[in-house]
């Protein structure tokens, strides 16, 4: 993080680090930071400056998606509001679907907005991991809970 701050511009905030298994075929964890930057570039410029920052890492252009890296680095949300353009889309368009993205990033700016949901980060996130209680109908008794082993291959109900 030092060399984004160093580079890029003035790190105001930085998530401790959070570690989340791999999506796709890598197995190995992953450690997730979020880190919110100060700086005067444009949102295409700030990309292709991140992109320079992760081949000096090492990072290698082509590969299979989803394969572990030596550093991944995306812009996700955008002071100024959403933004488009052929190569970045802002905010990003998987972030509220992410706990590796969502949790360190409430942690730093839990109330930062989503310009197209209006959500906080601390909303989504919670949208995303928090418990959600059984419906009132199910409370009642009125939907019968299908106990473990109750499904079948095809996934239907059997015995009950």
Known sequence: MAQIGASLG???ALAPPMYSRPIGP???????TALVLMTDRDPETLLADLQTLERAFGRRAGGRRWTARVLDCDLVLWSGG?????SLTLPHRLFRERDFVL???AVIAP???DPVTGLTVRQLRQ??????P???????GRIRIVPPGALSSVGRATDF
């Open 103 to 105: 949790g360190p990033a």
């Open 82 to 86: 959403a933004f488009a353009s052929p």
């Open 111 to 113: 109330d930062w907005r």
């Open 10 to 12: 003035a790190v105001m």
């Open 127 to 132: 949208r995303l991991t928090g418990q959600r």
């Open 134 to 140: 059984l419906p009132r109908s199910a409370r009642a």
């Open 26 to 32: 890598s197995r190995r964890l992953y450690a997730n």
